[in-house]
């Protein structure tokens, strides 16, 4: 191996690594919940694909989602700008890079290798195609435009649903599959255990709370930067905490509710339930999805001064999303109402 390429998959492959760790210990995870209690198998998931192409179709997006950003660092490799100005054969960094993208999709490649065998690695191997192709793709650049804001209110909402464009990209991107993943593991959970109605509704209701943690971490943390960044505007333009406070809780909703339906769309496709079933379980995620948000944005205040601000942001996550359980698992339906008592008394101790 030469130096220059040993450097190259130091700045390139390193990072990916790095990135695509995260994907593995979730895969882990969500397979000891998929493949434990329930009972399935690798080929038994993989069969269901095959054959219902809505639950394919899912699956196949929710990696996409969550692989992409880690197949673009290593389509674009940005990080090796300076190392592709200089003297250098061109295959070995495409070879090692297409080892990269294969090897760093492990539980993927995993799962339809032990489900399907050779028809599973050269599916795997057409969706990587698709990923490298739309890695290649850059958005064009938009002029920047003068916003109007008619309140304080609107303006602060304004510079954090930015905030979510401009530096959260692969991080809604992210969060998108897991979205779509949560609605799929409750489907399934649904579906495996013949449940409809309101045990459906709570059953489903809690799968989502509990997944969809992983999938706005990284949002959040976004959303409490740029709140700590504009306290200084929002302080010298006279605003109340109170605005401040709502404009940050709003945001947090946002992508709460976004999260939440597609979610509730990925679960309809699993587990085809009937309408009333899939109205308790919209109505209960949704209320959920808001007194969450209450929670959660209680939870960042309480961390914006602190250093270890991510750890507090995590574990305020986990603690409200554990709380949602607990609510529905002790009341039952009525325990979204719970939920959203909860997280509204919480964000009313905010100090003004």
Known sequence: MTMWLSVWMRAVVGPAARRAAGIWVGSAILAAVIFGPTGMQPRDLTRLALHAPAVGLVLALIWLLVYLPIARVIVRADGARYLASLPHARLPPILVGAC???VL???WLALWLLGDGARGVALVAALTIVMVLLARWRPPVTSPRVPRWSSGFTALRGVHLRALRRRAGDALMRGTGLAILAGATAGLFVRNNHVDG???AVLGGSVIAIVLIPAQVGVL???????RQSAWLAASLGLSRATSVASLAFAIAI??????VLALIAAALVCQPD????ALLSGTSLVVAIGSALGETRALLGAEHTDSIAQRTVSGAVLVGAASVFFLGTFGIAGVLAVLAAGALALGTVRP
């Open 100 to 102: 990269a993208l294969l």
């Open 105 to 107: 999709q492990l539980p």
């Open 198 to 200: 309101a045990a459906a």
């Open 221 to 227: 943390l976004v959303l409490v930067d740029s709140h």
């Open 255 to 260: 992508v709460h509710l976004a999260a939440t």
């Open 275 to 278: 309408l009333e079933t899939f």
